[in-house]
């Protein structure tokens, strides 16, 4: 049987950046004579390798390949994708649509071709068990490089909107930048369009750029990178297809930061390495330290590219066989500058050290052949000419901010600089305060009233044991078993002293009452009880049914006196319910517990099983429901008289009582009290074992009470600050203000050709003085040049 073909991995892109050992072994002069004898490929070449040197190549899956890209319309949260626009090396490129924004972006997919593959479910999966390891430290290397662009913001830079996870990867969103690579853009027909950035020429033209052009696209680039540099980021890939030429300006775009590590203290012995060949400094392939100049080399390479047409050699090449590489000075003397050629064999040396070290070093020695086409005669020529085109002008108009004196200008920016943040900020965290201390409340009162359930639910099963223990004894069942005639005569005295015993010594029960089979009262602790029927009371019902019973607080029908009934089935020794122990818990040890939770602020309370106030502090509210009840729930208070009235009225509160009737756990809801006339927010938890719920109310008012006294204080710190600050800004305004006049001054006397006057008095250290120091080298120049030329002058004469 003829084995399954393999499925091919795509192929490689000769663009894509190569990830090589950390260090791999020398090249001998034989095996780099044998490389060189190979053929060079015109590109920049990104490849995928191990970081073992000699790791074998996992067998490839078995199973047809799916497409690598996703595939037009498909949705990443708010991203629908419209088209591929580039496959390197680390991943895809796509061009997408912000459906909530109809926004245009570019996203870019981890999705090394050579480690990983497409899953029918869209997912990324490796290609064999051995590339997972590889595939993950790409991965956060992917989202390293998310947050770095992220922290940038330079035009020269691509920007990051977002990156997220997802298809087990990861995505970064990317303005979408319209142009071309500038490998593409390079070698269009051997000619390059002209940049709108260069003054008089139209984007129309073809002509290929002049030098001192090219520096003037490049300048901004440099100024990117170098603020990439001074982030401690370095970019390590930086090649003619990592570099975007906007089609709106011509500018240059520096892409694709995937192989970024910060400047220091990231040199991983095992890691694999990240580069491009002919584009990679030594110490890429080797592990040396890594600096700014690791991204001038490859800087330099791609100037080399673009000015001789071709990538220099690789580094290991060139280290084995010094004499293969031809310098830019003797390939592009006909056409480029000695110094423009000189600047980027510099940064092409092999040695780190001998490279520049700065962007600022760098950028020096590429514009040392056009430092004095800097144009400032021309600028001096435009001022001189900016008065004659205001000769009609009459005067200054008062209201004007135009016309306004420097110093009130800067003192108003200064002034609504400092006060308007601080107002904002002060708005915003005024809110977030309250919005924070809400929510420290809720969560307090919740744990205020689950604290207080929680000692009510062991008061219960307390009582509960008590009444289980009394049930148990064999006097009380031999007592409620035999029948009354045969009762010895003083079994009732004894078990009632020892009943009265146990009330004496627990001050939360009011009584003890031991009930026969037909309801009757035997033996009560409380003489007006005995004798009494009360088989007609739910709870001795429930508890000759064989279960234990707990009412909520009703009021008794013989004392009149208040308190939670438990009543405990009793069985004989055969197992027929015979009788029933009922205690009855104080009121008050109730109301206790749960006023122990009141404060100055704070209103507890309890309320039963259909929403009915049985304890409060306002004995009005009493026995009143929260919300209306039910005709039925009336009818059966009335009939029970649990609480010695026909009907319980309501306090009209319904958003309350949703929130506490029959709640399950701990909460809390805001409502409008009827009783206050506030607003109002009440913490709940429910009793355990009961229906009962245990509620703690606060007003909003008398939590933001201190926050509003916070903020008058800051509004009349923002007061004490704004006029501080008009203060110093008008110091600090008429401080900037007498330098500027001397500079005008100096200026208007160039103008007449005085250069003798023209010279400012610099007493400052800071940058004013710097700038005023800088106007006096300008002068001495530009009257330097005035000699020269009127010597030539003389000379032609």
């Known amino acids: ?40 490929f015109d590109d920049d070449a990104t490849l995928i390798r191990p970081a073992k040197p000699n790791q074998p190549l996992p067998p490839l899956p078995a199973q047809p390949q799916l497409p690598l890209a ?41 999705l090394p071709a050579q480690f990983a593959q497409r899953a029918q479910d869209s997912t ?37 909107a977002r990156f997220f996870e997802a298809n087990r990867t990861a995505y970064m969103v990317l303005d979408y930048e319209r142009g071309q690579t500038l490998h593409q853009w390079w070698r269009e027909a051997g000619k390059a369009p002209r940049s709108r950035l260069l003054p008089g020429r139209g984007h129309s033209e073809r002509a290929p750029l002049e030098e001192a ?33 906007r089609e709106e300006d011509g500018s240059l775009v520096l892409l694709d930061f995937g192989a ?104 020096q020695a590429l514009f040392a052949a056009h430092s004095g086409s800097l144009g400032l005669q021309e600028a001096l020529a435009a001022g001189t000419a900016a008065p004659a085109a205001r000769a009609g002008w009459q005067g200054p108009r008062r209201w004007s901010p135009a016309a306004w004196p420097f110093a009130w200008k800067m003192g108003a920016a200064l002034v609504l600089a400092a006060l308007l943040p601080m107002s904002l900020s002060g708005l915003y965290n005024y809110r977030q305060s309250v919005a924070a201390l809400a929510a420290a409340e809720q969560r307090s009162l919740e744990q205020l009233a689950s604290a207080t359930a929680g000692r009510l639910a062991q008061l219960l099963q307390d009582s509960r044991r008590v009444a289980a223990f009394l049930a148990e004894d064999a006097e009380v069942q031999a007592l409620l078993e035999a029948p009354p005639l045969e009762q010895p005569p003083d079994a009732r005295a004894l078990l009632l002293r020892r009943l009265a015993s146990l009330v004496a010594t627990n001050p939360d029960l009011h009584l003890i009452t031991l009930m026969d089979g037909k309801g009757e009262a035997l033996v009560s602790t409380a003489p007006e009880v005995v004798g009494g029927n009360y088989g007609f009371r739910d709870y001795y019902r429930q508890a000759m049914a064989g279960q234990a019973a707990t009412t909520s607080i009703i009021i008794g029908a013989v004392a009149g006196r208040a308190g939670a009934y438990l009543a405990q089935p009793v069985r004989s020794r055969a197992g027929p319910v015979v009788g029933a122990v009922v205690l009855r818990l104080r009121a008050e040890t109730i109301g206790s517990l749960v006023d122990a939770a009141r404060t100055p602020s704070r209103e507890p309370f309890l309320v039963d099983g259909d929403g ?54 701990e909460g809390h809801a805001s409502y409008t009290s009827t009783v206050s006339k506030t607003e109002e927010v009440a913490g709940f938890a ?68 005085d250069y003798d006057a023209a010279q400012v008095r610099v007493t400052r250290s800071d940058e004013i003085g710097l700038l005023g120091r800088t106007f006096n080298v300008m002068i001495d120049v530009l009257r330097q040049r005035e000699r020269e030329r009127v010597l030539r002058n003389s000379e032609r004469r």
């Open 260 to 363: 970024a590590r910060p400047a220091r203290g990231m040199e991983v012995p095992d890691a694999p390495q990240v580069l491009t060949p002919g584009y990679a400094p030594i110490e890429q392939y080797s592990g040396l330290s890594q600096g700014p100049w690791t991204d001038l080399y490859a800087l330099a390479a791609t100037l080399y590219w673009m000015v001789t047409g071709k990538r220099p050699l690789e580094a290991p090449l060139r280290q084995a066989k010094p004499d293969a590489h031809q310098s830019a000075e003797q390939l592009g003397a006909e056409r480029w500058s000695r110094e423009f050629l000189r600047a980027i064999d510099w940064g092409l040396q092999l040695k780190p050290e001998d490279r520049p070290q700065s962007v600022a070093a760098f950028r």
């Open 70 to 110: 996703l595939p037009p319309g498909y949705r990443l949260h708010e991203y629908r994708i419209d088209a591929l626009l580039g496959q390197g090396g680390f991943g895809i490129t796509y061009l997408a649509t912000d459906v909530n924004l109809n926004a245009k972006v570019a996203i870019k997919e981890y």
């Open 612 to 665: 009915v106030l049985i304890h409060h502090r306002d004995l009005a509210l009493r026995f009143r429901s929260l919300a209306p009840l039910s005709a039925e729930q009336q009818a059966a208070i009335k009939a029970d008289q649990r609480f010695r009235r026909d009907r319980v009225a309501d306090l009209a509160m319904p958003d309350l009582a949703r929130a506490l009737v029959g709640a399950r756990r």
């Open 124 to 160: 990324v999966r490796p290609r064999a068990t051995a590339w997972l390891p590889t595939l993950l430290e790409g991965l956060e290397q992917f989202l390293v490089e998310a947050r770095t662009l992220a922290t940038f913001r330079h035009p020269n830079i691509v920007r990051v």
């Open 213 to 245: 052009e090219l520096l003037l696209l490049l300048a901004p680039l440099l100024d990117g990178l170098d603020l990439v540099h001074r982030s401690g980021v370095l970019h390590r890939d930086i090649k003619p297809d990592n570099l975007c030429v």
């Open 686 to 753: 429910p009793v355990e074992g009961h229906d009962w719920v245990v509620g703690v109310t606060e007003t909003h008012d008398s939590f933001e009470a201190p926050l509003r006294r916070v903020f008058h204080q800051v509004l009349l710190g923002l007061a004490a600050v704004g006029l501080l600050s008009v203060l110093v800004a008008l110091a600090f305004a008429r401080s900037i203000v007498r330098p500027i006049r001397r500079l005008t001054e100096a200026a208007e006397a160039l103008k007449r050709g």
């Open 1 to 40: 049987m003829p084995e399954s073909p393999r499925a091919a991995p795509p192929p490689l892109d000769p663009d894509a950046t190569v990830l090589r050992p950390a260090a791999p072994p020398p090249l001998t002069d034989t095996q780099a004579t044998e490389r060189l004898s190979r053929p060079v």
